[in-house]
């Protein structure tokens, strides 16, 4: 039945236009009736009208006027039914927003149902679709669904994740946590998912993986094969990171140490570079993706295969070999991909493949393009002993009906010729058979080959240049012909008689020949012009002559260069003299190499290698470390029980030094040592914990100056106020300050200060030595607080009313993430205004702190208040309602992506080290040509700072410029370059935050090409 | 990952098209055609086609060209094999995987293709997971779900989704248990003009249908497990108990699967079962050329060697073919220049042959090359290789199965050059 409709929509549809006029009033109806049956009460109606509908998407027809009518079908009981609705929302969800927020409310009790299928498809649909506006349900759902009880749906939740990435990529920092929380799951089925995810979202923050790096390792035979194959090729990378090579040149060397040890003597031994012992995680790597090159499916096994390729030692390759030659049985496609990959290999490892060279013969029902490919892999394993099988396999390729095929092995038996100087001359005298072949491909490409090889060693070959000679009446195609003439030039001397005579016969059909034929025919003519001008000084000038005139300018041009060049005249003295040594100059060999040459650049088994050219998204393959970084980043310890008793232990040695420093009061001596003691302690604690993240730090380093302070209270010693002024600036950061404060007595805060200091004091000790990311998020004040306001309200829409704002620059006092605002109100009325203050209800998604609302504001009045708007690092506006006794006003604030920082202060080696781990996507660069005026160093800065609300890092090269910031939301580092290179100035910006990085880089690039203050 | 798959058959009509991230327009797909105009034959389009803003991955099967579009880097085979999983899907839900056949179930086509991908990525392709999600369609089926207005959509998440056999559904029952393993053997080999083997090899494959209650946990062993040089399983076999012991030990998926294939090591010699005797000659100057060719049997084990099918492309000059076959019927097309011969069986004593002549084009050359022979043979209960299966074991059920074990050896690429 459904066979049937569906062949009379095709009917219809063909004789229609695809898109024109005529058929809208034939959908119109076809629709009504599809309407009908989806506003049926019968279950089976709707459902055959579901189908037709699924129809007409298969095949590419606008269905998406019957969106209200499906919609309405959601939350329908038949389950079958329900799938497709859910296949027509996601296909058309995108188009008509509006619409499909209907459905929401249904996908998230769907999300609460205790099936775990219904749970996980509600979440598969939501998130496919794309609209904007549900990005915060998305992310509320994937983070449960994260924590769900069926891996199915935490395997689905993983899925999510790119979805929501690729809508909003805003969201990546909330996602990576999801990442960071999934790597952990045990379970088979999610770690394929989640992995792919992390590609997908970080592919750079390889230190998520440092702990499962053991855990993926082991599980990895049991996942399923799709999930194999990502994970190998993550792991490939990881690996690259983290191990030391093993390709030591003394690789070979160390397997004989033992004998080595027997035959020399103990300084011998000694005097060898330490051998090379494999990382153990890199040996269960290798060992646990072993059995997987048995795996049926083509892509794991090419995952393994490219895994040892890159990370095996050169002996333990051979083992892919066979899996590799294996595949080779598979589809088309797959030989396709496979060869390619294995002619990327012979090139630099011959002896892998050389044992199943026959795998590679060419058989005549392959595609052309496994036929070339084939080719190219015999002629890379081709060497001194199997030159002469794979020779007399080309000669039966030679003769294929496949012309092209038969070219391109003229072609590999040059290539031979070249490499293998022992077959130079049998394969010069097969080409120089296959001269007399019929077929013109063939002869044409085998006198370019000839041509290529003659170059190499022309001396002994006159005879062969006389035999081209001979057959040249007959060949035709223009590349041949042009070639056996510029034999002809080159090597004149060697065949001094026949040359002329050539030339004789070129000068008769010059204005007939192809133009390649032609230009070769002016250079023969001046070549032996130079060597034998007795005989052809009249023939040189005709073709010169002709040349003048043609029609072509490239031989025109030639014409007169080589007649200046060569006929003597007063006007060309100089350059004529030298004439003979400029075109009969003796001219380097071509090298013949393989097309796959240049492959290896990228990893194996990827598109980009396919492709040869980079494909977006592809991750570099780093290279090996020279130094192993710490392996033991992968322990994995279980993180909670360690921690507690570490605690315990440290509070218990804390009440030990308040005891200690009780007895020896007031001593300052006493209080460092004391300080001492923390700090080990500290550094301990720190040695535990490799990777604690930053609210854990925070929170410690809080915690940590709490419990100093509460043992050393009684401890009593004068600071310079201008000491505690700054202590208190660095500690703003911590909301300690707060504690400072709140204690008035100003033996408190003395004691308190010095306390401070101590913090401050021991947290630069622990940034030394551990933590490079805490020292470069000290907060500064800002740089440059620029004066400018900006319009909120104009008095006339405002009834009166006016406000404007600016950016104060400083940390918002009402919450971490906010961005802190000035906003001046001033009654331009009449009357006092009563009441002034922001609505409750906020139109967008940010978070915004009111001021408190101001009771009355007298007439030309104006008042100075201070709020804090979490912009959420994105530069949309935030929109309010400004209100009066009478009125509301929406108004909005679109900030500058520069006001959305906050300046810190680093070291500026700290800051090239941040920014050399903000490379690849998170730098945006660009190259300006500076104005005059900007070019000294205050300019710059001023520049700079007043776009963006850096802080200025001091900088030991002349002419580079650095600031650094953090985003007010997130923290994330932003760092800003200069490098100025009269004239020009090069850009540099590196933020996690790529989207705020390349607004801030058009920003930075107009402040400093613009002139003016 | 996978973007979009389009489905275009033998005549450049985009049939269907399917999205799982946002809509990609089927424009894309000129590109595609480009390649195939420059291709000269349907293989000839390369697998892989840049264009500006995406990839094009096709792979050709069954006449129809499966195109998926990507956007970034992806690992080319990965989604070259998962485009041949869906068309082994497709055959084993209809049978068949031609346009026909998936036009007529196209809200099946599409139920699978939704749940084979998430957002492009491979969620379930085990054929056993799906048919427990969508049921296959049957004559059956429909004329019961037209009744009593049930779906073919399980409602229930696949058991096998989350168990540690994916592959094998719980609650199987059947009344006849059964287990059969057909062993099947293909030849490679190009055989050069005098005859002698230039190259040669065995590759094999052990497949199964496996209709047993319960969960059965079978081992299989072979008599000389050393042939096997080069193997690859299907996920259910231990890996560690094949390196240890050479044993297959497996708990089965229901029904039809590739357990095992195999390559056959090089060092032994391969038996060639048919011999070819060929005199293929064209005279220069003359508008006729002669065609002889000469089948016999040659290492067979004294099996029977069947359903015999030569083909030969001839060389474009040939305008027609006036040939005598001594057994069974040949056709040649003077389009494509093929020349077909289905021989039947070869019978040793009275070996078929195919004489007569062949005129060409006048005044045309002398082709230089002879044609290459492809030949296609069965020879039913033998392994060439000389594998045989010891014993097949059952533990973890307590009934009887029946068992049963088929040879066969094929040809695979056989070429004769003449």
Redesign the interface.
């Given at each position: 039945m459904l066979g049937m409709s569906a062949n009379s929509v095709s009917y219809n549809e063909q004789g229609s236009v695809e898109s024109g006029v005529d058929a809208a009033p034939w959908f119109l109806c076809r629709n009504e009736d599809l309407k009908e049956m989806l506003e049926s009460n019968k279950e089976s109606l709707k459902l055959e009208a579901m189908k037709r509908i699924v129809g007409l998407i298969a095949k590419g027809k606008n269905a998406s006027e019957l969106f209200p009518a499906v919609v309405k079908n959601v939350a329908s009981k038949n389950i079958e039914l329900k799938k497709l609705v859910y296949v027509y929302l996601v296909r058309y969800a995108e188009e008509q927003q509006d619409l499909a927020l209907l459905s929401i409310s249904t996908f998230q009790r769907a999300l609460k149902d205790p099936n775990q299928l219904i749970r996980a498809s509600a979440l598969r649909v939501l998130s496919s679709i794309r609209v904007p506006i549900i990005v915060p349900i998305m992310m509320l759902a994937i983070k449960e669904a994260a924590t769900d009880l069926s891996p199915y749906v935490r395997k689905t939740a993983a899925h999510a994740i790119q979805k929501l990435f690729s809508l909003d990529p805003d969201q990546k920092e909330h996602l990576i946590e999801v990442i960071e929380k999934l790597l952990k799951d045990k379970s088979t089925l999610v770690a394929g998912s989640v992995v792919m995810a992390f590609e997908e979202v970080c592919p750079d923050r390889i230190d998520l993986i440092h702990k499962n790096y053991r855990k993926l390792c082991n599980l990895l035979v049991d996942v399923e094969e799709w999930g194999q194959v990502v994970i190998i090729h993550m792991l490939t990378r990881y690996a690259r990171t983290q191990f030391v090579s093993p390709w030591r040149e003394d690789a070979v060397f160390d397997e004989n140490s033992e004998k080595a040890f027997y035959d020399s003597e103990e300084e011998r031994r000694v005097d060898q570079s330490k051998p090379y012992i494999m990382d153990p995680d890199h040996r269960l790597l290798l060992r646990n993706t072993k059995p997987l090159l048995q795996s049926r499916n083509t892509a794991v096994v090419m995952a393994v295969s490219q895994l040892y390729w890159h990370l095996s030692p050169k002996h333990e390759l051979s083992i892919i070999t066979k899996s590799l030659v294996r595949l080779l049985r598979s589809h088309r496609e797959v030989q396709y991909i496979v060869l390619q990959n294995i002619a990327t290999m012979s090139i630099q490892r011959k002896g892998m493949f050389e044992p199943f060279m026959k795998s590679f013969y060419v058989r005549s029902t392959d595609a052309t393009h496994i036929k070339t490919l084939k080719l190219e892999i015999l002629t890379n394993l081709a060497n001194e002993a199997n030159i002469s099988t794979i020779l007399r396999e080309f000669q039966t390729y030679v003769k294929s009906q496949d012309k092209a095929f038969a070219a391109a092995t003229i072609q590999a038996i040059g290539c031979c010729a070249t490499n293998i100087s022992e077959v130079t001359d049998t394969c010069l005298n097969g080409l120089v058979l296959l001269l007399s072949n019929r077929d013109e491909t063939v002869v044409a490409e085998s006198v370019v080959v000839i041509k290529k090889l003659l170059q190499t060693q022309p001396s002994q070959h006159s005879d062969i240049i006389k035999h081209m000679a001979k057959l040249f009446d007959n060949i035709t195609v223009p590349m041949a012909r042009a070639s056996i003439l510029w034999l002809m030039g080159e090597y004149c001397e060697h065949v001094p008689k026949i040359a002329p005579d050539v030339l004789r016969k070129m000068a008769k059909t010059f204005t007939d020949e192809e133009d390649i034929v032609k230009l070769q025919i002016v250079n023969l003519a001046a070549k032996l012009y130079l060597t034998n001008s007795k005989q052809t000084k009249l023939l040189t000038q005709y073709i010169l002559n002709l040349g003048k005139y043609d029609q072509n300018y490239d031989i025109r041009d030639r014409t007169r260069f080589i007649r200046q060049l060569i006929v003597p005249n007063e006007k060309s003295g100089a350059l004529s003299k030298y004439a003979r040594r400029i075109l009969m100059a003796p001219k380097p060999a071509p090298v013949l190499q393989s097309a796959f040459k240049d492959r290896d650049r990228f990893q194996l088994g990827t598109l980009s290698h396919t492709l040869n050219s980079q494909a977006s998204g592809y991750l570099e393959l780093s290279d090996w470390p020279a130094v192993a970084p710490d392996q033991s980043v992968r322990n994995v310890e279980v993180v909670e029980p360690v921690r507690l008793p570490l605690r315990e232990s440290e509070s218990e040695e804390n009440s030990n030094d308040s005891n200690k420093s009780s007895s020896s009061q007031s001593e300052k001596s006493s209080s460092e040592s004391d300080s001492e003691k923390k700090k080990k302690t500290l550094k301990n604690k720190k040695l535990q914990q490799q990777k604690p993240d930053s609210k854990d730090r925070q929170k410690r380093i809080r915690s940590t100056c709490l419990r100093i302070m509460q043992h050393n209270y009684s401890l009593n010693y004068y600071l310079p106020p201008q000491i505690i002024q700054k202590t208190l600036n660095i500690m703003t950061k911590y909301i300690l300050i707060h504690i400072v404060l709140s204690i008035s007595s100003p033996f408190f805060v003395n004691c308190m200060c010095s306390l401070l200091h101590l913090c401050v004091f021991l947290a630069c000790q622990f940034d030394a030595v551990s933590w490079p990311v805490r020292v470069s998020l000290q907060a500064s004040s800002p740089v440059f607080v620029p004066e400018t306001s900006h319009e909120l309200l104009h008095r006339m829409t405002g009834k009166g009313l006016s406000a404007q704002y600016r950016f104060t620059r400083q940390p918002c006092i009402y919450g971490n993430s906010m961005v802190s605002l000035q906003l001046t109100l001033s009654n331009r009325t009449d009357q006092a205004l009563e009441n002034i203050h922001i609505s409750e209800k906020s139109s967008t998604g940010q978070n915004i702190h009111r001021f408190n609302a101001i009771e009355r504001l007298e007439p030309q009045a104006s008042v100075t208040v201070s709020m804090g708007v979490d912009f959420n690092d994105s530069t949309q506006t935030a929109n309010f309602q400004l209100c009066t006794k009478e009125d509301e006003f929406s108004v909005s604030i679109q900030p500058a992506v520069g006001e959305l920082l906050l300046p810190i202060t680093m070291s500026e080696a700290d800051f090239t080290k941040e920014q050399g781990k903000l490379v690849g996507m998170n730098e945006s660069s660009a190259t300006i040509t500076i104005t005059p005026e900007n070019v000294s160093s205050q300019s710059v800065n001023r520049k700079v700072v007043s776009v963006a609300n850096l802080g200025v890092i001091p900088s030991g090269q002349e002419n580079i410029y650095r600031f650094a910031g953090k985003t007010v939301s997130s923290g994330s580092l932003v760092l800003v370059s200069v490098a100025l290179k009269d004239p020009d100035a090069m850009i540099t910006i590196n933020t996690e935050k790529t989207v705020m990085g390349s607004m801030l880089l058009r920003q930075v690039k107009t402040a400093l090409t613009n002139s003016g203050p | 990952?996978i973007h979009s798959l389009f489905l275009i058959n033998a005549s450049g009509d985009?049939?269907?098209?399917?999205?799982w991230?946002?809509?990609v327009s089927?424009s894309v797909c000129d590109y595609f055609f480009e390649a195939l105009e420059r291709?000269?034959?349907p293989?000839?389009v390369?697998?892989?086609i840049?264009t500006p803003h995406h990839?094009l991955?096709?792979?050709?099967?069954h006449r129809i060209y499966f195109v998926a579009v990507?956007?970034?880097?992806?690992?080319?085979?990965?989604v070259?094999?998962?485009l041949?999983r869906v068309v082994d899907t497709f055959q084993d839900y209809f049978g068949v995987c031609t346009e026909a056949a998936i036009?007529?179930n196209?809200?099946v086509?599409?139920?699978l293709l939704?749940e084979m991908l998430?957002?492009g990525?491979?969620?379930a392709?085990e054929s056993n997971i799906l048919k427990e999600l969508i049921k296959p369609p049957t004559i059956l089926r429909t004329v019961v779900n037209?009744i009593t207005?049930s779906?073919?959509?399980?409602?229930?998440?696949p058991t096998g989704?989350?168990s540690?056999v994916?592959w094998r559904r719980t609650g199987v029952k059947y009344t006849n248990n059964e287990a059969y393993f057909d062993v099947v053997e293909e030849i490679?080999a190009?055989i050069?003009k005098s005859g002698s083997t230039?190259?040669a090899?065995i590759?094999g494959v052990v497949d199964a249908c496996v209709k047993l209650t319960g969960m059965p946990d079978l081992t299989l062993s072979f008599m000389n497990p050393r042939l096997l040089?080069?193997?690859?399983?299907?996920?259910c076999v231990r890996?560690k108990r094949w390196?240890a012991e050479r044993i297959l030990s497996f708990i089965p998926p229901d029904g039809n699967f590739?357990l095992l294939?195999y390559?056959v090591s090089?060092q032994n010699l391969v038996a060639i079962p048919v011999y070819v005797k060929h005199n293929i000659s064209f005279r220069e100057g003359s508008s006729q050329g002669r065609f002889e060719l000469t089948l016999g049997p040659k290492q067979t084990m004294g099996k029977a060697v069947e359903s015999v099918l030569v083909s030969s492309?001839l060389?474009?000059g040939v305008l027609n073919a006036n040939l005598n076959p001594s057994q069974g019927t040949y056709t040649f097309d003077p389009v494509t220049k093929l020349l077909s011969w289905d021989v039947g069986k070869i019978n040793p004593q009275k070996l078929p042959s195919l004489k007569g002549s062949m005129s060409l084009q006048t005044g045309a050359?002398k082709?230089?090359?002879n044609?290459?022979i492809?030949i296609q043979f069965k020879i039913q209960q033998l392994a060439i290789s000389g594998l045989k299966v010891n014993r097949l074991d059952m533990y973890g059920e307590k009934y009887k199965p029946f068992k049963g074990i088929k040879y066969m050896t094929k040809a695979g690429?056989f070429?004769v050059?003449t």
């Open positions: - | 990952m985009i049939f269907l098209e399917k999205h991230k946002s809509v089927r291709a000269t034959e293989e000839n390369p697998p892989v840049p990839f991955i096709n792979v050709l099967r990507i956007q970034s880097e992806v690992p080319p085979l990965f070259i094999e998962f041949h036009k007529d196209v809200v086509v599409y139920e939704e998430d957002n990525f491979p969620l392709t037209t207005g779906t073919n959509v399980g409602e229930q998440l989704q989350l540690v994916p490679d190009i050069d230039i190259t090899e590759q040089d080069d193997v690859s399983f299907h996920p890996f390196e590739r294939s390559h090089s492309q060389p474009r050359s082709p230089d090359e044609p290459t492809n690429k070429q050059r």
